[in-house]
């Protein structure tokens, strides 16, 4: 069974651009939650998508935007970068189903900012 | 809102001994996860264990086991019979229980060097 595809693995933008972030969820996996990782902030929750709605959301300003498409697969996009958004991006998926909460993290893409 | 706490930013273990990392958290909420993952090096954050908070037993998986003290909101890991595959960062997380419950809380993470 293929594991949480997340692409692109790098990624390198310049203040200003915008950038669209992909991840392929598990099959049969309903929820994928984006979250940032920095050296600094730790890992934040950006938001959770189940069945194409958004149902959770971070304290993350309204640059930061997402979807969820109806296989299941999400993107994620930042408008406007800015040099604080370097950060590595994870997505997790789960299948959110009575008690069965784990979550699979996908590799992260690794995004640089300058 | 929720906090998870790690207060130990390193840790280091001779090989095929135990350690034990700490976490504690703060929330309202009666019924949740708690986990423990794990992100070696290559990055690939991996799940370790998790803790319904209304079980009382605690959670064990092989050399992995926790203990958790709900009263005093303590999630603690213990590694037995370390290998050099456990050096990686470890993170505690929370998670509210119920159908809408899709966010994790995260501490800061423990690096933890397991030595030959």
């Known amino acids: 069974k293929a594991g949480v595809t997340q692409t692109p693995r790098y990624l390198i933008k310049t203040r200003g651009q915008q950038v669209t972030l992909s991840c392929s969820p598990i099959?049969?996996?309903?929820?994928v939650s984006w979250y940032q990782q920095t050296p600094g902030q730790g890992l934040q929750f950006l938001f959770e998508y189940f069945s194409e709605t958004q149902r959770n959301k971070g304290n993350f300003p309204g640059r930061f935007s997402g979807r969820q498409f109806s296989n299941s697969r999400s993107e994620m996009n930042v408008s406007t970068l800015e040099l604080g958004d370097s950060a590595l991006y994870l997505c997790?998926?789960?299948?959110?189903?009575?008690?069965?909460?784990?979550?699979?993290f996908g590799q992260g893409t690794r995004l640089t900012v300058v | 809102a929720q906090t998870v706490t790690q207060s130990q930013p390193e840790m280091s273990v001779q090989e095929a001994e135990t350690v034990t990392l700490s976490c504690t958290y703060d929330t309202s909420e009666n019924n949740y996860y708690l986990f423990w993952y794990k992100q070696p090096p290559s990055r690939q954050m991996i799940l370790v264990i998790r803790?319904?908070?209304?079980?009382?037993q605690n959670a064990t998986e092989n050399r992995f086991s926790v203990n958790f003290q709900k009263a005093a909101k303590s999630f603690s890991l213990k590694i037995s019979d370390s290998q050099l595959g456990d050096t990686a960062m470890y993170f505690c997380a929370f998670m509210k229980r119920g159908p809408n419950a899709g966010k994790s809380t995260f501490g800061d993470g423990t690096t933890l060097t397991v030595k030959p």
């Open positions: 997790a998926s789960s299948i959110r189903t009575g008690e069965n909460t784990e979550a699979f």
């Open positions: 803790q319904e908070a209304y079980k009382q």
């Open positions: 099959s049969g996996h309903r929820s």
